[in-house]
C-alpha cells in the first residue's frame, strides 16, 4: 500500500472522530493543548538527535558519555546556551506531559482514540514524560541530575526481586518490552504512523521524506526496545539486577554483536531520524 493511499485513508479516519472529542479539543484550551504538542514533540526530537550523536560517538572513538537522557542532558549543558535549551526541554516535556494527560482524560484523534486501551496507554505516557520532566528540571535548577537509564532499570529490577515472585516479575516484563519494541517496529515497517500525521498541504516528495524518517527512525527505536526487554529477561533468569540495562548499555551491546561497531551506527542514524520526525510531527500531527 503506498503512502499516498494510507494519507487519504488517515484523513478519513481523522474525519470519524466522536463530536465530545473534537468539543474538548477545541476552542482556547484546545489551541493551548496544540502548542503543548508541539512544544513536546520538538523537546523528543531534540534528545533522540542528542543520543544518535552520542551513540554514533560511543562507536567510533569510545565515548564514555551516556548515550541516553542524561549523556543528552549534558551534552546539552556544556553549550554556550545550555541553561536556556534546558528550560526549553523543561517546558516541552512538561507540555508533552500535559498533551498525553489531556489524551488519556478525553480521547486522542482517531476512531478508536477514545478506547481504554489508548487511554491507558496515553496515561503510562503522561507519567513517563512527567518523570522526564523532573528529572531535567532538577538538573536545570542545580538540585540534581537526572538518574541514567541503566541505573533506573538496575534500581526498579532490584526492587522488583526483593518480593517473591520478583524474578517472574521481571521477566514478564522483559517479555512485555521485547513484544513492545517490536510492535514499534511493526509500525513503524507498516507505516501506520502516517494516520497520526495531516500533510494535505505539502508536497509529494515531503511526504516521501517524512514517511522514510518514520519508518527508518521507528524501526531504530524498537530495536533499542527489544534490546532492552531482552537484558530484563537475562537479568531475571541469572536473579542478576544488573544485568538489566537502560538505552546507554543497549546501545553498547550492539557494537559487541558480529556486525561489531557498524551496527551501532546504523541504530544511531536511525534514532537521529526518529528524532527529525518527530520535529516533522510537532508540524504536521494531528492533535
Not at 465530545?20 to 538527535?49: D, E, Q
Not at 551534552?75 to 488519556?104: D, K, N, P, Y
Not at 513503524?188 to 508536497?203: C, I, N, P, Q
Given at each position: 500500500?503506498s503512502?499516498?493511499t494510507?494519507f487519504h485513508r488517515?484523513a478519513?479516519a ?10 474538548a479539543?477545541g ?16 523537546a523528543r526530537?531534540?534528545?533522540y538527535?542528542l543520543?544518535?550523536i552520542?551513540?554514533?560517538?560511543v562507536?567510533?572513538?569510545?565515548s564514555?558519555?551516556?548515550?541516553d537522557?542524561t ?5 546539552v549543558?556544556q553549550t ?5 535549551i534546558?528550560w ?6 512538561a507540555?508533552?506531559t500535559?498533551?498525553?494527560l489531556?489524551e488519556a482524560a478525553?480521547?486522542?484523534p ?7 486501551s489508548?487511554r491507558?496507554?496515553?496515561?503510562a505516557?503522561a ?12 538538573y536545570?535548577?542545580?538540585?540534581g541530575?537526572?538518574?541514567s537509564?541503566?541505573s ?9 526481586m526483593?518480593y517473591?515472585?520478583?524474578?517472574v516479575?521481571?521477566?514478564l516484563?522483559?517479555v512485555?518490552?521485547v513484544?513492545a519494541g517490536?510492535?514499534?517496529?511493526y509500525r513503524a515497517?507498516?507505516l ?14 515531503t511526504?516521501?521524506?517524512?514517511t ?7 524501526i531504530a ?14 537479568a531475571?533468569k541469572?536473579a542478576n ?6 538505552i546507554?548499555s ?6 559487541h ?8 551506527v546504523?541504530v544511531?542514524i536511525g534514532l ?15 492533535v
Amino acid at each position: 500500500m503506498s503512502a499516498s493511499t494510507l494519507f487519504h485513508r488517515s484523513a478519513r479516519a481523522r474525519r470519524a472522530v466522536p463530536r465530545r472529542g473534537r468539543a474538548a479539543r477545541g476552542g482556547p484550551a484546545g489551541r493551548w493543548m496544540t502548542w503543548l504538542a508541539k512544544a513536546g514533540l520538538t523537546a523528543r526530537g531534540v534528545m533522540y538527535v542528542l543520543i544518535g550523536i552520542i551513540a554514533v560517538q560511543v562507536a567510533i572513538d569510545g565515548s564514555r558519555q551516556q548515550a541516553d537522557r542524561t549523556g543528552a542532558v549534558h551534552l546539552v549543558a556544556q553549550t554556550a546556551f545550555g541553561s536556556l535549551i534546558l528550560w526549553l526541554l523543561v517546558i516541552g516535556f512538561a507540555g508533552m506531559t500535559l498533551w498525553r494527560l489531556s489524551e488519556a482524560a478525553w480521547g486522542s484523534p482517531g476512531a478508536d482514540g477514545r478506547k481504554a486501551s489508548k487511554r491507558l496507554a496515553n496515561l503510562a505516557r503522561a507519567v513517563f514524560y512527567a518523570v522526564v520532566t523532573f528529572g531535567i528540571l532538577k538538573y536545570a535548577l542545580g538540585v540534581g541530575q537526572p538518574s541514567s537509564s541503566d541505573s533506573q532499570s538496575q534500581d526498579l529490577t532490584a526492587a522488583a526481586m526483593k518480593y517473591q515472585g520478583g524474578q517472574v516479575i521481571v521477566a514478564l516484563a522483559g517479555v512485555v518490552v521485547v513484544i513492545a519494541g517490536l510492535y514499534v517496529i511493526y509500525r513503524a515497517y507498516k507505516l501506520k504512523f502516517l494516520k497520526h500525521l495531516r500533510m494535505g498541504s505539502a508536497s509529494p516528495r515531503t511526504r516521501k521524506v517524512v514517511t522514510r524518517l518514520g519508518q527508518a527512525g521507528g524501526i531504530a527505536r524498537g530495536a533499542v526496545f527489544a534490546t532492552i526487554g531482552v537484558f530484563l529477561v537475562i537479568a531475571a533468569k541469572d536473579a542478576n539486577p544488573r544485568q538489566a540495562k537502560g538505552i546507554d548499555s543497549a546501545l553498547r551491546a550492539l557494537a559487541h554483536t558480529p556486525l561489531g561497531p557498524w551496527l551501532l551506527v546504523v541504530v544511531a542514524i536511525g534514532l537521529m531520524m526518529f528524532g527529525v520526525y518527530s520535529w516533522c510531527e510537532a508540524r504536521w500531527r494531528a492533535v
